[in-house]
């Protein structure tokens, strides 16, 4: 069963498809390389068309967005403003490619705000739950105004998938899904991300996300995210939580995303770079171990190289 690849393929239990690819984009005005992320760059509103019609003609049908504002305040405001780093750019691709890009995007706080927390503080310097969620809901409908398809809360905070269902269907955007980061982990492994995005936390954010050591309180989590209305379930990170990913899986029927984040793919370049490992190989090896565990569909820097790879 194993003597040629035409048999291997015919056996094969899992496989990555370009369908499964969520490609990440990181837009700003003033972009640059991001050097924690070799061969990642960040991409300027009026280029980043030209970028995504790249990814479309390699097959790729979804990107994710994420903004890095020229300013920075204590609310947030350019999150949520109609010219907002993240509005202009959705404005570019919808009018460049209209419904053949699906385009998502980050809702969160933590690269608009001076503080990097994910959500606004309140006056002794904790996030406050129920204040973010009020400024989550401004940036859902301001996100919906500009076109996107889809909102994919970050935060990780309470009720924050049920406010934003709100907000959305009272203003007629309720064909707009929701992707909520429903199990993510309080983990080391955005520190590349950071870099990506220019955010400098101080402190942790292991009050309001997972602690690595658990899995029951992640499933909890997402049955409350699918309960207030989420369309699709995210996990982050992917490779070191396939069994997250796979215990998800036995409980609910929605569509699951999993996020290889920035640290997986720095690891995984900086050991090739080294000459230590096989790059083609093992990012392969990781997208389709991503899929076995569960994941419908795959957040991941390696999108382009993918694509281009099945294409042969
Ligand atoms: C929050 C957000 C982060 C990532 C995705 N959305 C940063 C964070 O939580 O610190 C990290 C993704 C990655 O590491 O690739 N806006």
Redesign the pocket.
């Known amino acids: 069963m194993r003597a040629s690849e035409s048999i291997r393929r015919l056996v094969a239990e899992n496989s990555l498809r370009t369908d499964d690819l969520i490609a ?1 984009i990181f837009v700003c005005d003033d972009p640059k390389e991001i050097s924690s992320m070799p061969g990642i760059s960040q991409v300027s509103p009026n280029k980043v068309a030209d970028t995504v019609t790249q990814l479309d003609a390699l097959g790729i049908n979804a990107v994710i967005l ?1 903004g890095v504002p020229t300013t920075r305040d204590s609310v947030g405001s350019d999150a949520y403003s109609s010219t907002g780093i993240v509005q202009r750019a959705t404005n570019e691709i919808k009018s460049r490619l209209g419904d053949s890009m699906l385009v998502i995007a ?6 608009y705000v001076e503080h ?1 927390h ?1 959500g606004v503080l309140d006056s002794q310097g904790r996030v406050d739950n129920d204040a973010t969620l009020e400024v989550y809901s401004r940036i859902a409908l301001s996100q919906a105004q500009a076109g996107v398809d889809m909102v ?1 809360p ?2 990780m905070m309470d009720g924050q998938v049920r406010a934003i269902r709100n907000v959305l269907d009272a203003n007629s955007f309720g064909s707009v899904s929701i992707m909520a ?1 429903s199990a ?1 982990y309080s ?1 080391a ?6 870099d ?2 220019d ?1 400098h ?1 101080a402190g942790d ?1 292991k009050t309001y ?1 997972q602690d690595p050591s658990n899995v029951r309180e992640a499933i909890e989590e997402v049955l409350y995210d699918v309960r207030e209305g989420a369309d699709i379930i995210m996990i ?2 992917a490779g070191h939580y396939l069994d997250v990913i796979s215990r998800v899986r036995e409980r609910i029927n929605n569509p699951i995303c999993a ?7 720095s690891m995984i370049k900086a050991a090739s770079a080294k000459g230590w490992i096989e790059e083609d190989q093992v990012v392969f090896e990781t997208l389709l171990s991503i899929k076995r565990a569960g994941a419908d569909m795959i ?1 991941t ?1 390696f999108a382009p190289f993918v694509a281009r790879q099945l294409r042969g």
């Open positions: 990440p994420f980050d809702l969160c706080l933590d690269e990097g994910c994919a970050s935060g980061y993510k983990s492994l955005y520190g590349p991300f950071r990506a995005v955010v936390l954010r996300q982050k990170p996020y290889q984040v920035s640290g997986e793919y957040i820097y």
